[in-house]
């Protein structure tokens, strides 16, 4: 005979899909401790990476400086002229522009570097104007 109460016996496929549900919560659960396991292990592993790439920056950036071969002041501004590659001073660059995976990104970058050109452009010409003026104004002395 079945021993089910009458509410058991009324409420028997109700039950059985709730004692299924309650067991795949648990196996979920397990799941995600493992993954949230997994995702704090690969956090430090980045943080190492990272501390390790500011190391080998900044002695590199510490040995060319004391060779001479840029100072302090240039440094700075090459971080900047970088920092704004991405169009925005944050101190930060858009992972895409590190990587590009896009042709909206690469068209990005074409045109920071033609604005970069043209800014530069308008400086030779307006040295190159000066120097046209003094030497004309040798000429006629």
């Given at each position: ?10 409420l ?21 401790a ?22 080998v ?72 104007k ?5 030497m004309?104004?040798r000429?006629?002395?």
């Open positions: 005979m079945d021993a089910k109460t009458p509410l058991e016996h009324a028997g496929p109700q039950l059985a899909a709730l004692r299924e549900l309650e067991q795949r919560t648990r196996e979920l659960a397990l799941v995600s493992h993954r949230r396991t997994q995702s704090a292990r690969r956090l430090e592993e980045v943080e190492r990476d990272l501390a390790r790439v500011a190391l920056v900044r002695a590199i950036a510490d040995l060319a400086i004391a060779r001479g071969l840029f100072t302090n002041v240039q440094l700075r501004a090459q971080f900047d002229a970088a920092d704004f590659a991405d169009g925005v001073f944050d101190a930060a660059l858009d992972p895409k522009l590190v990587a590009p995976q896009s042709g909206r990104v690469a068209a990005a970058r074409r045109a920071s570097k033609s604005k970069s050109k043209s800014m530069s452009k308008s400086k030779s010409k307006s040295m190159s000066s120097k046209s003026k003094s004309s104004k000429k006629v002395r």
